[in-house]
């Protein structure tokens, strides 16, 4: 998708809301969002969105949020929950993708609408979320940029949803593409900081001629930067997402150097719009890809989300 269809997106998605907002006031729709997490600046910034949105359709409008902590148990236990509380649009940011299918499905049984973000959710009316297999062409691509096209690099998995295994199969591809770089090492750092530390300690220690690291998300990518300067060692980073600390980072000049930067905002701007054309009776499209952007030393003085 191109930025001016998101632009059109964006601008169609606020018109709904504000004229909608009258329609459904007196009989506001319950809104259920269900988090992988919530313990990261970009959920917590889709979830002011969340907030704002409810605002937009008037005080009536109930709304549910859950954080699953990454336990897809907990996740469909908080969905079964939000249904029986009689949600009619719930947005899933799936901490499995197919793990909560069970959940999805019987939220649609009830005739709920359901769309996910940032996460394909196996089931769901509509899937809204960057274009992930770019994001990862995009940050490695850089990588091997960073190190002059010649070195050991190693990628920092993580859980395994669509987003990630986009990433991973976009890096890749790009490294792919540079015959003189040979990836050595793949690993899961489970996307979290204090355990990402460790991991690339490990990595470091197992091939003592690593030049890069491509790290799937930026939470995880600072436990790699605090691993990276604690060795001494010269190796460059990058990751996905544009997390405010991150971007902070590569503007410093640390071994940080790029991330693909996601749009948080906009994609539950547009998923929430979405799910409430879905309501009101709208055909809608199964999916909405929204672009990323590099991040770099050229650009991270002035990114925001």
């Avoid at 998605?13 to 919530?38: C, Y």
């Avoid at 996910?116 to 809204?128: E, I």
């Avoid at 690593?210 to 436990?223: A, P, T």
Wanted: charged share 20%; glycine share 8%.
């Amino acid at each position: 998708m191109t930025f001016n269809v998101k632009a059109a997106l964006l601008a169609a998605s606020a018109t709904l809301v504000l004229t909608a907002g009258a329609a459904v006031a007196k009989d506001a729709p319950k809104i259920g969002v269900s988090f992988q997490e919530m313990n990261n600046p970009y959920f917590i910034v889709m979830n002011e969105e969340v907030t704002a949105f409810a605002k937009l359709l008037g005080a009536n409008t109930p709304v549910y949020v859950a954080d699953a902590r990454h336990d897809v148990s907990k996740q469909l236990a908080d969905i079964e929950d939000m249904v029986s509380k009689g949600v009619n649009i719930l947005v899933v940011n799936p901490t499995d993708s197919e793990g909560v299918r069970s959940a999805v499905e019987a939220a649609k049984a009830k005739g709920v609408t359901v769309v996910s973000v940032d996460a394909q959710a196996a089931g769901v009316d509509a899937f809204v979320g960057s274009k992930n297999y770019d994001a990862g062409v995009l940050a490695c691509d850089a990588l091997v940029k960073e190190i002059g096209g010649k070195g050991e690099v190693a990628i920092l998995d993580g859980i395994a949803v669509v987003p990630i295994l986009e990433r991973v199969r976009g890096c890749k591809d790009a490294l792919a593409k540079a015959p003189d770089v040979k990836l050595v090492d793949v690993q899961n750092g489970r996307q979290e900081r204090d355990i990402s530390v460790g991991v690339a300690e490990n990595m470091m220690q197992s091939h003592p001629n690593l030049k890069g690291i491509f790290s799937v998300n930026d939470g995880g990518s600072m436990g790699v930067l605090a691993a990276i300067e604690g060795s001494g060692k010269k190796v460059v980073l990058t990751s996905v997402d544009g997390a405010p600390e991150a971007v902070k980072a590569i503007s410093a000049g640390t071994a940080f150097k790029a991330t693909a930067a996601q749009f948080p905002r906009d994609q539950m701007r547009i998923g929430l719009a979405i799910a409430l054309a879905k309501y009101m009776g709208a055909h809608v499209p199964s999916v909405i890809p929204i672009d990323v952007e590099l991040v770099d030393k050229t650009n991270a003085a002035t990114f925001a989300w």
